[in-house]
């Protein structure tokens, strides 16, 4: 078996970003767009740590643990906004957020 | 961590203790706490302005965290421009907060937030740092955006504002750590000389085993990464083809927001564009500086095609804001000490213009903000006269008419740009500078030209917004008429921000 | 008194302004006060402008009551002042025109009155700023901060069409104008790499070599902007619709200062700054055809125009071909009687619109088929339209002849076809004003709301005396206007086309009329050794 490389890691990160794009360009409900962001947030940490432990760096650890810690706060005020909304219009469903133009 | 390091960051953190002593003053004292906060935000900001003329000199030679954060003349500049954006929207937005019923202490205490963050990013020469100065201010912004709770448009635009800015914050992250990967580094100066060097900074730390990995910079990953990183920063600073959000968020958000948003928020995102592009990529310009020409003449030309069809004066001002982006990458095409100098300019006479436009915008609309379409400005230049004479101002100045801050703030862009020999852009830009001035006329016409259609109350200018008003109205026409001293502090800033860049200083 | 003389430009240029800041604070209701002032200062403007023309030395080439003071230091643009002889008579027109326009408002304006008279105080400010300036970026600022004024002032007291035709007028000129600040910019930039200094300064960039390609890109780059403003053919469509919803005094100062803007730009930037592309046989046969065109085709369409005051809008269009045509004979002759016609037009049209404005005040209708036999009812006012209209179409003793003549003369001088062109557009004034003047002065006074009309008051009569007597003047002794000129018209020529004087040393301005004592070597050699001598002469002359 072939030993696990940096490029290896990269196609795994690009995987989950990609999925991530797809998702939040198709899926019309709101949560699981949401859910396809942290996805690419992860990705984005699956490189980090990646390229961290190649340069033997820490600061690529580092950098992780913030991102980490920045999604969850963006998860906690994307929530709420949501719940927001879901107040005024009763629908989490991204066609049916139309009240101004896109 | 020294005590150093603790004043580079002094004015972040007096924000920040000022933002949690807003916010917890609610909690203990229920009745007349309203008054207390815009004041306490404002001592705020002042406080944190002190501590930015305290380090004056600013100079970089010093830089805190491990050359994490630079409180350089460049810093310093956009942190005195967010401070003064901050007090000038929180002094718009007392009859706002008071007539819309808000929850005063929060809605400061993120104004602060927001604020900090934006001063974080402004500072950081470090992708790390960047990253959560973004984040910090973005998050603060989402929240501000939805804070009419009780209206739809304003959830709806949080709403979107959200999804599209986490989008594009996770686009940026990536280019990020494709950048780290490809140069091992991600302070910027770091990056910079990676790139110079094309080999990647693994050298400097390599241990016997990780040898194999010392190597070139894989040219394909650093240009991934750039257009990435364009696209993080395009979308920050409503540029197309990422200005999709703009109008829907600036129509949607609380008007003293909106003002926010389209100076301060813009404005920071502008400057870690700059030093970023400037700073860690400028060996690659020719690798970018296509996209900044491609965007920048598309951002004139869709906004102000798009603004010329609107009826809502804040969507107007949303694509005449996108217009206003594009303008500036014209300059920050130019990529040179100039142009820098013409974008830190032009954003500080953009802004002050802006939250004049805004401020009168958000006192005429009333409660609910209901007259915010243009056919109820009509016959307001004889029913409110000094209104409408300052809107008259800053609508001229944002046109760029001769003895306004906008029209130096132009005359720089296209100075910089036409000697950086980008011809054919800077002719299309002044043709679209001259185009604009069509949707702005019209809000002039409506005001001084039109009979009213209907008899809108319009209610008595109080003193802070009055203040704004006449503060911002002298800042466009000294701008316009005394540039001087701004532009030299903007010239010797952008001139000490790529000066340490040749000296190669870590 | 010698700090007057020192900084009377300031002084001129600055008193509109200080009343329209007066005029603001004065109370709203107060109307018969807001027009005494708006008056009284208008009348100071014009008469602390008298003593230029006396102190003026016409035998200096070099600017006069130089002002200068550092602004924008980083960029180099400074508030500098300073008058040769064409911004003189301009900067006179401007200030007698000014009071004119403001005197010709008193019953004409009721509404918003005070707001009327500051955008007419700042607009004198703006034109004489433009006329006085000697730093290129201060002359844009002017250039663009008098849209504003002047957009207001069709927008709001304007007819029927205002709004469309205060928009078009703005973005028209608008468009044009940026385009110029990049070709200020091009000349700034190729200013500072050959001499290493940054300046806006307009004797300097007189002074630039500058490759051929080069200048005629800077050149388009100015002729939308002035051409826009002149009107010249095509680019005239915005100034018909302009002046007929003006009210009278903007039309009386857009058709006499304003437009001139444009042709007085031609004279002080495009020639001598750009003089290879001025003189260069495409520019010079696209300028001539588009005068020629415009000349005709304003004379024709005046002809068939309708309404009154559309009428003298387009035969300004045609006296405005002839300016341009003129100056772009590129000959000694065409250039002053093109300058001098700028005065003559500023005149002459400035007072058709107020003769428009009058009756329209007592009529409240420009349709020409409304009236017919006013000479009847009001014989005073049917004599000075007669002098006027006589001086637009060139009558001998008038001005309209002189600066014709000249222009002509210059033009056969250069090709013959251009003048016998030119001739009909004289020709087509003649019918279209003469039958004007007999549509509405002569026949049978039929119509019974034009049976009391009042004859002119002593105020009308004042805002028309000094053009008829400025036009008797200028036709009867033209020498002093033609001895300021001399100077200016010499120092173009020689930039344009420098040996033009050695093969004609009798020429309008020629150094040796100048200086008796440089000998004329006039039967010159070859064209090198004339450039040559004609530089070392103006060399002495100075």
Redesign the interface.
Known sequence: MPPVT?VHY?FL?MAL?TI?VIG?LTRRN?II??IS?EL??N??NI??V???S????I??Q??AI??IV?AA??AA??L???I??F???ETVNADE?D???? | MQTSDLIRILPEIILAVAGIVVMLLGAFQKQNAGRMHPAIALLGLLGAAGAIAYQYPWRSLDPAFGGMLELDAFSAFFHILFFLVAALVVLSSSEYVAQERLASGEYHALLLFATMGMGLMASSNDLIMIFIGLEISSLASYILVGFRRGVATSSESSLKYFLLGSFATAFLLYGIALMFGATGATNLTEIHLALQAEQNTVTAMASPQLTPLVGPVPTALVGLSIALLFVGFAFKVSAVPFQIWTPDVYQGAPTPVTAFLSTGSKAAAFAVFLRVFMVALEGSAQDWVWLLWVSGLLSMVLGNLAALLQTNIKRMLAYSSIAHAGYILVAFTAHSEEGVAAVMFYLAAYALMNIGAFAVVSHFGNRGERYVEMEHYAGLGYRAPLLAASMTVFLLSLIGIPLTGGFFGKFYIFRAALHADLVWLTVLGVLNSAIAAYYYLRVIVFMYMHPAAEQIPVERVRPAMGFVLIFSMAATFLLGIFPQAVLDFASQAAALLLENLGNGVL | MTWIHDHILTVVLFIPLAGAILIMFLPKENKNGVRWAANLTAFLGFLVSVPLFFWFDSSVGEFQFVEKVEWIPSIGANYSLGLDGISLLLVLLTTILGFIAILSSWTSINERLKEYYVFLLLLQTGMLGVFMTLDFFLFYVFWEVMLVPMYFLIGIWGGARKLYAAIKFFLYTLVGSVLMLLGILALYFINRSQTGVATFDIVALQNLNIPVNLQLWIFFAFFVAFAIKVPMFPFHTWLPDAHVEAPTAGSVILAGVLLKMGTYGFVRFSLPMLPDASSHPMVVNLMITLSLIAIIYGGLVSLMQKDWKKLVAYSSVSHMGFITLGIFTLNPNGLSGGILQQINHGISTGALFLIVGIIYERRHTREISEFGGLSNVMPVYATMFLIVAMSSLGLPTLNGFIGEFVILQGAFEENWVWAALAVTGIILAAAYLLWLYQRTMFGPLDNPKNKNLKDLNFREMMTLVPLIILAFWIGLYPKPFFRILEQPVQKIMERVRPAYYAAHPDAFGAPARLNAAAQPSASLETEAAAVRSAEKRAGASR
């Open positions: 940096p990269l990160s970003f991530g939040v709101v767009i949401l962001i690419i947030f990705a984005v490189n980090l990646a390229f961290s190649q340069f033997a760096s600061s690529g580092t950098f913030f991102v920045a706060a963006e005020v994307g709420g906004i949501i927001a909304l107040r005024n219009k957020i009240l101004m133009k896109w």
